[in-house]
């Protein structure tokens, strides 16, 4: 059963765009399973760079199937922006498959995701004001709208009409007017649906047959483990599962279908909004980890929140997704560093923790507890060298890095990336798919 998964193992922005985009190449089915346009994955391609918030990151490769699964939230006017994108750069994009079961994000969702983030005060989250929680919010209290049901006129406005009164209500309560019109609302809606309707089908069908067929899938993740919103650093995480347990609902494949976990893991730590970050850096060693690796969001523009690498996190993940070998991004970042640091366990009141706390609270204490690793220098560490010459031509120093985190985290290290193209990257995997 050639299948596979790539899932975050910290708060996002691994870099997993990149890695799916290098495996694609040998899939037949690239499908995401959760998330919405909150999420941005980063593809270059030679000189072209390529951001997707929605697309899957397999949609850049020819030949290859794009599902958004029905764990997805659909935003329709961004969805349609990306394709529009997509068709600049040459690519057809006619290779998507939306899930018919995948809620609409919706224009009040958009509205209600900024007037409830402002009522939160200084206790925010740091929502991309999408509108992603409020449409999940809504998925779970069946107050939702599927992309199916785009293509049902006299279904659609029956539930406009039980759902608008509700959202009217609630933006009352908050302080804001909806500014929609039902009717109005109904005809774009529509019009959407006869857009999207070539792409839409029952995904769930459609994933499972290719499996059976023996045909080659892979499940990709958005944001990152330390975001799951049952196992992430709650309240401040997003509204659906990142780990690879979410394929099963969010793509409607059984267990027995996720053969391979590839955890994507940057050689540091990030994450963009609010919430507690152990070995977060507040000095000019985070300034130059942000400013050399480009740490500001895809999809917000925002600065990252940069610090050293966290196996505390690293082993969360690892455990809750059994990941099976990791891909090691970005190591070209920490070049020229002369000491870094790693965190193997926190301090918390006085205690040794080495399982990551479910209490921000307690998060809020922890010290983290490092070893120290002697840094490599640039001029030993030119991509192209070692990409020619394998893992071997590594300089001695990254490969100890390297071995430390296979030994910290338990599973071995199946891909080394040193910067965003697909030829900046050594396999190591003894992988069931053949490149």
């Known amino acids: 059963m050639p299948t596979l998964a790539v899932i975050g193992s910290q708060w996002g922005d691994e870099g997993k765009g990149k890695i799916t985009d290098y495996l694609a190449e040998d899939a037949d089915l690239v499908v995401r399973f959760q998330g919405g346009a909150n ?26 199937l794009s599902v958004i699964g029905n764990g997805l939230v659909v935003d329709l006017e961004q969805l349609k922006n990306e394709l529009a994108m997509l068709r600049k750069t040459g690519r057809s994009g006619e290779m998507l498959r939306i899930s018919d079961r995948a809620n609409v994000v919706l224009p009040y969702h958009r509205l209600l995701d900024g007037a409830e983030e402002r009522a939160r005060g200084n206790k925010g989250v740091g929502t991309t004001g999408r509108g992603i929680g409020p449409c999940y919010a809504d998925k779970v209290a069946r107050a939702g709208i599927r992309m199916g049901d785009l293509l049902d006129e006299v279904y659609l406005w029956e539930r406009l009409d039980t759902i608008f009164p509700q959202k009217e209500r609630l933006a009352q309560s908050l302080g804001i007017k909806l500014d929609l019109e039902k009717a109005s609302l109904l005809r774009t809606l529509l019009e959407y649906g006869n857009l999207y309707r070539p792409y839409i089908t029952d995904t769930s069908v459609l994933v499972n047959r290719a499996i059976q067929e023996g045909k080659k899938v892979m499940f990709e993740g958005a944001q990152g483990t330390m975001l799951d919103i049952d196992h992430g650093t709650y309240p401040y995480v997003t509204s659906s599962n990142c780990t690879a347990a979410g394929i099963c609902n969010g793509a409607g494949v059984p267990p027995s279908a996720v053969e391979e976990v590839i955890g994507v893991t940057k050689a540091y730590t990030t994450r963009v909004g609010a919430g507690p970050f152990v070995t977060e850096l507040h000095d000019a060693m985070g300034l130059h980890l942000q400013n050399v690796g480009g740490e500001f969001g895809t999809t917000t523009g925002r600065p990252r929140r940069c610090g050293w690498l966290d196996m505390v996190v690293v082993r969360h993940a690892i455990r809750l997704s059994g990941m099976t070998s990791l891909a090691v991004t970005k190591l070209d970042v920490l070049s020229d560093l002369p000491t870094l640091k790693v965190c193997v366990a926190y301090e918390i009141d006085g205690q040794i923790v080495e399982d990551f706390p479910a209490s921000v609270f307690r998060l809020a204490r922890a010290k983290p507890i490092y070893e120290e690793l002697e840094g490599w220098t640039a001029a030993s560490s030119k991509p192209a060298d070692i990409i020619r010459k394998g893992y071997a031509a590594l300089p001695k120093n990254m490969r100890k890095y390297l071995d430390f985190i296979t030994t910290s985290s338990g599973i071995p290290i199946g891909i080394v990336s040193f910067g965003k193209g697909r030829e900046e990257t050594i396999d190591l995997r003894r992988r069931t798919w053949s490149r």
Do not use: C, D, M, Y
């Open 39 to 64: 999420a941005g994955h980063t593809i270059k391609v030679g000189n072209e760079v390529i951001a997707l918030h929605l697309l899957p990151s397999g949609i850049i490769r020819e030949g290859v």
